[in-house]
Structure formats: C-alpha cells, structure tokens
C-alpha cells in the first residue's frame, strides 16, 4: 500500500494517523471517529491511482455509503451532505417525516375548522404553532439549512397568498391568480409537509436504508395526487376504461378535496378580513358591531363570488346573504313517512358493450326502467334526456330518446321504460348519463306553535311544561316536512325553537331548504309561508324564490338554502292573548324542479360486415 | 179490616225500612278520605279514531265522589288546533254538582255533550293526531271537625281532666284538599292562650290556585286566623303551583284554667282544576302501499 503514495502523502497520513488514534483515546464512544474516516480513506487511497489523491483528500467518504463515482473517482455530491453526524439522525429513519407530513395535515385541519374568519388569535397561533412544531422537528433532521429555506418559504407563502388576496381586483383575470393563491394559502403547510416526507424519503434511501411498505405506499399516493391536480389529462385515457364504480370513487375524493378548497374561497380562511376591518371599523364614528358586520359582510361577498357566474347573480345572492342567516332545523313528518322515490333501474340485459358496423348506420339504443314513487301522490311529468360522455370531463353528447320522453305521473307508483338512442358516435368507452327532470314539484311543510298570551307565573308553571311534553314531544317543536327530494324548514320564536309564544316581542321567523333527494335542485320558483295575519318587517320572508346555483364539477351544489330571516311585528289578534292557550299549525310550501341523473359506462366496438350465408352443401 | 192490616203492614215495612237507612247514613262518615269530582269521557264519545270531515261527540261525566258540592264549574277542550278539529261549544258550565251526603249517598252524576267537527288530513298524510287537555274547573269546599283537649294549665299535676295532643294527624276530610296535620301549641300563664297550626295540602288530582278560608271555632267561639307567611288579606292564600300546601294559624286568648275538651271546626272553600290528557286521532280511509 505504501509504495503507491509518495513521500510526502506518506508523511501526511502517518501524521493523521497518530492524531487520530490520539481521538479516539480521548474518546472512546461509538460512532464514526476521524481514527476510522482516516483508516478508510487510506485504504481507500491505496486502492485509487495516484493522480486522484488530492481529489479524494477533499471528499472524504463515510464507511456508511456508498455514494455513486464519478469517472474521475469524485463522489457524486451527495443530497443530504452526509456526515458521521448526519449518519446518526439517518438511523431515526421516516419517523420525523412522518410527524412533519401529520403536522401538515392538521394545520389544514384546524384551518378548516377553526377559521381565521371567525377569530383573528386563532388564526396567528395556528400559524406560529405549525412554524414552531415544522422548526423544531427539522432541527434535528439532514439539510437543515435547506428546510429551514422551505420553512420560511411556506410562512411567506401563507403570509403573503392571504396577504395579496385582499388587495386584488375582481377582473376577469385575476380569479385565475386567486385561486392560486388560494390554493398556496389552504395547502401551504400539507404541501410542506409533503416536500419534507418526499425528502426524508429519498434522504434514507441515499443512506442506503430500505423505505417501508407504508412509507412507499405513501410516495405512491402522493405522485398519483400530484398528476390527479396537475397532470389529469394523463390520467384520463386509463380512466375510461375503468369500471364506472372507479370513477365515482375518484370523484367523490376530488370532491372531498374541491370542497376544502371551496371552504376557504367562501371564507373560512379569510386572514385577512380581520385586519382589513379592524383598520376600517377603527374609526371613532364606527358603531358597534360594525367591525362583526364588515367581517360578515366580507364573508358573503366571497361565498357569493364562489357560487354565482353572473355579476346579476352575485348581486342577488348577497342581498339575499345579508339578511340575517340561521340555520333553521326540521324533522321528518311522521304522519307522511313515505318517501317520494325516483330511480333509474337498469336491466340485466342493458347492452353495456355494443358493437356496430362501420361502414353502415347502425342505431345503437339503451334501455332504461324509471321507477316513481309519489306517495303524496301529486299531479307531475317527468321529461326523460340521455347524453354521452367521453371521460369525466368530456363533452356530453345528446343522445335521443325514442317515443315522448315524458311521462305524466298521478298514481302512488309508476314505472316507465325509455329507450336512448346513440348518436353517430366513434369507437370507444362513454359514459351513457340518463336524466330525469322533475318540473314544478310542490313540498308542504308544517309547524306548531301555542300561543299563550300574557299569563301569570301560577299559569306558566302548571301549564308550560304541560304543553311542551304533552303537544310538541318527539322534536315537533320543529317543522316537520315530508320525505321528498326537497325539505323545507321553518321556525318562528323567541328564540326560534321555543314552540310557547308568549308575546309578540323577540320574535324571529326563518327558514331554509335542503336537498335529501341525491339528486340536484334545477330551481325553486316559489316558497311561500302561510302565516295569516302576522305582521312582518320584512314580507320577502313570506314569499319568493331562491337563487340556486347550478352544480359543477368544481363547485357541488350546497345541500342547503337560507331563507331570509324577519322579526314578527304583531300576531292575529285571536293569538295575542288567549284565555288558555291555542294550538295553531302553520304551513309552508315550495315548488321546485329536480333533477336525477344515472351514469351507466358503456362501451361502442366497431366490427368488420360479415355476412353468414349458408352453403349448398351445408343445406343439403 | 184486611184492607186496615195490609196498609198498616206496608206502612211499617216503610218506616221501619227508612228508619234503618237513615241510620246507616249517619253512621257512615263521608268526610273522610281524599275523594273528587271524577271525570271521564263516556265510552266512545269521542270515538278514538275519527276520519276525516265528520262529526263526533265528547259526552264528559261528572261524578261528583267529594262530600261538598262542586258550584260554578266549567268543562273545556283546549289544545286542538281548529284547522284539524273543531269543538262547539269549546266549554259548558254547571252551577252545581252535588257532593256525597245524608241525602245523596252515592254523589251526583252530570253529562256535558260537546259537538265536534274532524278536517280534513294535510294531503298525503297518513294520521294527524291531536293531543288535547280537558279542564274542568269549579269551586268547592271542606270542612274539618275534632274533638281536642285544652289544657291551659300544663305544669297541674293534679288536674286530672283531659290530655292534649301537640300534634294530631288526618287522612283527610272529604275532598281534595286536606287538613293533614293540626298543631296545638299552648301559652300558659296568666294571658294563656291557644295556636292551631293547621297543614292543608292538596293531595288531589287537580290544582288548586286560592284557599278561602270561611269560619274557624273553638268550641262556639271564633279563632283569630292568618295563613302562613300572608300580609293583607290574612283570610284568602293563593298556592303555589308545584307547592301544593299552606299552614293556616289560628290563636285564641283561653278563660279557662282547667283542661277541658271541645270542638275545633274549620271552614275553607277553594278553587279546583282537574287537568286531563287526551288524543284524538284523525285516520285517513285510504290504505296506501309502496314499492320499498
């Protein structure tokens, strides 16, 4: 070994080697002493030509990898700047990372659930905290210096994207931006988080470690959702040949995730809006409350940007919002438990693989059995569509379907078949969506009250609780609506569950719809309460229509609507001041166009003409 | 002469037969016990289930099983609403249902008919049931009388007359509301004296709002009463509603230095209100029957 080096490297190691042996007298713990860096790099040395002696003197290697070679014996610069330091906290393994990427998450999760709108503190410890807890547990880990960067990256990221969002105008460009914005500040600390595990990951399998089945399972998911958000063109010529159940499971995860995107642009995450009201309510002529109401009033402004293409739209909905909102509860009505049902029902024969000829016009055409339950038994049609669609986000293409289309439906059930005509369609997978579309539904809900007047203390203590448990037992001092696709709720009091009116003062009426139906509310033209002799402040609370935005991809229908919400000014006169008490029941009503959609994938194949003609021979 | 025999045959089976009820009468005491006005519907009226647009009746039966007459009363349907069920007239009253006595052993008995009138189900409704409450309210009255021992002189080993209870108790008078426990406190001395401290309470079905009190004696003589805790009108207490008990006190400067025995009578009258619970239930005719 020693004829290889020179004098003078021979020197230099022999003087290594004493200093080093003198380190590990000193100290005798384990781990990688300079002793040992130094054995190995002389026989590392007397191993390599002699030309690349300086150049392995600069880049010593660790008996701990082995890192790839470079033709000119260099080592490859290693990602994680290894170090018999770093070699240590390698041997924590995934563990950090994992804590990192859980922090991530429930920083999304807090953000979600405990809004910035709603409490400026909240916001600023959630914040400080996921920087505190990412500083800390990156401390001890490889490359501090560099997630240290991505640390102050991703405070920046979330300071400014809610920073920048209060000050941008509403042009038709800009949303574009927004949204980013949006995006960076919901996902900030998950998006970390992720980086971290990703770099963690590759850290360990530098150090030659394996990487769990979990954590590989992990990276797995973590690059299928990156071409899920970025790259889904990708993604979507496999899908179509998936089974249908696959694609509506990718859906709903795509919805789960739209939805938390969707929270923070209606308003959850506004961290902003605190600072921009409290400068803006801070002058002396402010009044009180006025900073909740520039808070409230921010909030609606963004949910209805959320919700409404239109700037006619949006209008409407923020007048609507500005009204006071309060989500009105309500129960099933026992006494019309029968739910109103509509299912599209496919046979066993529906030909999910077709085959047609190409050089000829062949019809392709697809069975469907609707089936109605209407146990109210109201007076409807059903106009029937079909459509087909290449992918989840291809063009829907309107198929025909064969005869009316329309059914009219009186009876308690009713069933029909339609049949849905292709058309000319190229070779491939589709997604055949069958609609039906249930114009001018009518709900009745009802509500009761007792109206007592003004009664003496005697009176209310024999009487009150009397009447709560006897008259409004099992949740009927709720409205009470009949299962159908569309529920409307409805309340008046002081407060508004409280079913004993006792005088006219404080007391609120309100409202809300809710889609139970599965399907999607087209309209609601009308709802109207009937309250006779009741006086109001306000008479939209008696009567009007809805707003309701059309579902999209991006953006699911809200399951639930708010009616406005008014202040009673005075009840009929045979209510205000009973000798006992009087139970009235209320009614209230709504009409409304659903619709109900059914996707079934099916499958076009092309085939070649081919006639069977028998031969003579076979004949005979 | 035959003629002669017969009648004076039936005439003494007739006095003979009078004599003997008129004395179980007076051996029967009916002031005792807690008993009341009792009210019920009669059998089918209303019927339990009503269908929808028909008419129906509430018979109410008053069996009057107190031993004081219930006067001024007045029976009510409450808490149906109209939209559903109709009531005409919504209460009838009654000026007096005579209590068990001498005269009326087995208590008087009164109908009341009120009208009803079903609407029509909200549409697509299986049933509506309407809960309801029937009042009835009257004025009444009980009487108590004892016997009690007065002994001014409570230190006199050799008065050798009677001996007094500092505390008696009662099961009841007669009605619903009851004297359950008298008190006898005594001042002896020069300025002796006699308290009564009577427990009322109402151990009945119904509540009562205000106690009255009519007259109080010792012996012939009135007793100086005030209820428990009143300021003004020391004679009338209204209850609480979920407290159902007052003390009525009643003192007597005593003459007398010998124990002696003597009568203590009280006299309340009060308000009643029986409160009952009931359902009616309007059915649709149509059976309805869907797919699941």
Not at chain 1, 43 to 65: C, F, G, K, L, N
Not at chain 1, 143 to 150: D, G, L, T, W
Not at chain 1, 348 to 355: A, I, L, R
Not at chain 1, 541 to 567: D, H, M, N
């Amino acid at each position: 070994m020693a004829e290889t080096l020179s004098k003078e490297e021979q020197d230099t190691l022999k003087r290594r080697l004493l200093k080093a042996r003198k380190e590990r007298e000193r100290n005798a713990a384990t781990g990688f002493t300079q002793f040992e860096r130094t054995v190995a790099e002389v026989q590392q040395r007397a191993a390599e030509p002699h030309s690349s002696a300086s150049a392995a003197r600069t880049q010593p290697a660790t008996t701990t990898e082995r890192r790839p070679q470079l033709a000119s014996g260099r080592s490859l610069p290693s990602f994680s700047g290894v170090s018999s330091q770093t070699a240590e906290r390698e041997a924590l393994g995934m563990g950090p990372y994992w804590i990192l990427l859980g922090l991530g998450l429930l920083n999304f999760f807090l953000k979600m659930n405990f809004s910035f709108y709603q409490d400026q503190i909240s916001s600023v410890a959630i914040l400080v905290a996921t920087a505190f807890f990412f500083w800390i547990m990156i401390r001890g880990l490889p490359n501090y210096r560099i997630k240290e960067s991505v640390l102050l990256i991703a405070i920046m990221a979330e300071l400014l994207g809610g920073g920048l969002l209060g000050f941008l105008p509403d042009t038709s460009l800009i949303p574009f931006i927004k949204d980013i914005l949006f995006g960076v500040h919901a996902y900030a600390w998950a998006l970390t988080g992720v980086l971290f595990f990703v770099m963690g990951a590759i850290e360990v399998k530098e150090a030659g470690r394996k990487l769990g089945l979990i954590t590989g399972l992990a990276l797995l998911g973590f690059v299928a959702l990156g071409f899920f958000f970025f790259a889904p063109s990708l993604l979507l010529a496999p899908w179509d040949y998936q089974q249908q159940s696959h694609q509506e499971y990718l859906a709903a995860i795509e919805q789960q995730l739209e939805a938390g995107t969707k929270q923070v642009k209606e308003g959850a995450l506004a961290f902003y809006d605190p600072l921009l009201c409290r400068f803006s309510t801070s002058t002396s002529t402010a009044t009180l409350g006025a900073y909740d109401d520039c808070l409230k009033s921010k909030k609606i402004t963004r949910f209805c940007k959320a919700n409404f293409e239109t700037v006619g739209e949006r209008t409407k909905c923020e007048e609507e919002q500005r009204k006071t909102v309060v989500a009105v509860r309500g129960i099933d009505d026992p006494t019309r438990s029968q739910p109103m049902k509509a299912e599209f029902i496919v046979s066993e024969f529906f030909p999910k693989e077709s085959y047609f000829t190409a050089d000829s016009e062949t019809t392709l055409t697809f069975p469907i059995q609707l089936k109605i339950a209407n146990p109210r038994q109201q007076s409807f049609t059903v106009d029937v569509s079909c459509a087909f669609r290449q992918g989840t986000y291809g063009e829907e293409i309107p198929g025909k379907i064969i005869g009316a289309g329309q059914m009219e439906i009186e009876g308690i059930e009713t069933e029909g078949v339609f049949v849905c005509e292709a058309p000319p369609l190229e070779e491939g997978s589709y997604t055949l969506i069958f609609k039906a579309e249930f114009p001018h539904l009518l709900s009745v809900s009802r509500l009761q009250r007792a109206f007592i007047g003004e009664k003496d203390l005697f009176w209310k203590r024999q009487w009150i609780d009397t009447i709560r448990s006897e008259q409004f037992s099992g949740g009927a001092h709720l409205s009470q609506a009949p299962a159908d696709f569309v529920k409307l709720h409805f309340a008046f009091g002081s407060p508004l569950e409280n079913p004993i009116i006792e005088r006219t003062s404080g007391i609120v009426l309100s409202g809300s719809v809710e889609n139970t139906g599965g399907g999607e509310i087209k309209s609601l033209s009308h709802y109207a309460l009937d309250l006779p002799g009741f006086s109001l402040n306000d008479l939209t609370c008696l009567e009007g229509s809805l707003l309701i935005p059309a579902p999209s991809k991006s953006k699911p229908q809200p399951k639930r609507f708010y009616l406005p919400t008014c202040v009673v000014e005075q009840l009929p006169a045979d209510l205000e001041d009973p000798s006992d008490y009087v139970l009235r029941e209320f009614f209230g009503e709504i009409e409304y166009s659903y619709i109900i959609r059914k996707e079934v994938p099916v499958s076009l194949q092309a085939v070649a003409f081919v006639v069977d003609v028998p031969t003579g021979e076979a004949r005979s | 002469m035959r003629y002669l025999v017969i009648v004076m045959i039936l005439g003494s089976l007739l006095l003979s037969g009078c004599a003997g009820s008129d004395e179980k009468a007076l051996q029967y005491n009916f002031k005792q016990g807690i008993t009341e006005l009792d009210i019920s519907f009669l059998e089918n009226a209303p019927p339990r289930e009503i269908y929808p647009e028909s008419e129906f009746k509430f018979v109410v039966q008053l069996d009057n099983q107190a031993a004081y007459d219930a006067t001024d009363g007045v029976v009510k349907i409450i808490g149906l609403d109209e939209r559903y069920f109709q009531v005409v007239p919504l209460e009838e009253g009654f000026d007096q249902i005579m209590g068990r006595s001498l005269t009326t052993p087995a208590g008087e008995r009164h109908f009341l008919e009120l009208r009803g009138y079903a609407g029509r189900l909200l549409e697509g409704a299986a049933y509506y049931d309407g809960h309801f409450f029937l009042i009835t309210k009257y004025n009444s009255k009980v009487e108590f009388t004892d016997t009690v021992c007065i002994n001014p002189n409570l230190y006199e080993v050799y008065d050798a007359g009677c001996t007094q209870e500092s505390q008696k108790s009662y099961r009841g008078q007669g009605a619903p509301l009851a004297v359950t426990k008298v008190e006898t406190i005594i001042t002896p001395g020069g300025g002796s004296a006699v308290e009564y401290r009577f427990h009322l309470r109402n151990s009945g079905q119904g509540a009562i709002r205000f106690i009255n009190l009519q007259g109080a004696k010792l012996g012939g003589e009135q007793l100086f009463c005030k209820f428990q805790g009143k300021q003004g009108d020391e004679r009338h207490v209204e209850l609480d509603a979920e407290k159902q008990e007052t003390v009525l006190i009643c003192k007597k400067p005593l003459r007398d230095v010998n124990s002696y025995t003597t009568t203590l009578h009280l006299d309340l009258s009060y308000d009643y209100e029986v409160r009952q619970e009931h359902t009616l239930t309007l059915k649709s005719g149509e059976q309805t029957r869907l797919f699941s």
